[in-house]
Nanobody, 117 residues
Framework: QVQLVESGGGLVQPGGSLRLSCAAS????????MAWYRQAPGKQRELVAG???????NYASSVKGRFTISRDNAKNTVYLQMNSLKSEDTAAYYC???????????WGQGTQVTVSS
């Protein structure tokens, strides 16, 4: 079973930056669509950013221009660089791997991001 292990979450002040990492245990990582989702308390899980096997990216409108998703296929890792963080970015962030953005896919255990002064 493929494992996805997230890291990089934490507490940061508004305007600060964090970089999340998601390492996959599968050697054919490069063929998959990868994405970051987030879920705040009392809210539904939402797509933050996705990246295809070819490197095409898409972002939620709320993070466009502030967040950047990237992947390093040699390291089986996907990243989410988060800049200019806002309090409304506070959530548990989950890594997702699937054939497409709508496949059942696999999920990581989540990493908490808290933006607060």
């Amino acid at each position: 079973q493929v494992q996805l292990v997230e890291s990089g979450g934490g507490l940061v002040q508004p305007g600060g930056s964090l970089r999340l990492s998601c390492a996959a245990s599968e050697s054919i990582f490069s063929i998959y669509f990868m994405a970051w989702y987030r879920q705040a308390p009392g809210k539904q899980r939402e797509l933050v950013a996705g990246i295809t096997s070819g490197g095409s990216t898409n972002y939620a409108s709320s993070v466009k221009g502030r967040f950047t998703i990237s992947r390093d296929n040699a390291k089986n890792t996907v990243y989410l660089q988060m800049n200019s963080l806002k309090s409304e970015d506070t959530a548990a962030y989950y890594c997702y791997k699937g054939a497409t953005s709508t496949s059942p896919g696999s999920w990581g255990q989540g990493t908490q991001v808290t933006v607060s002064s």
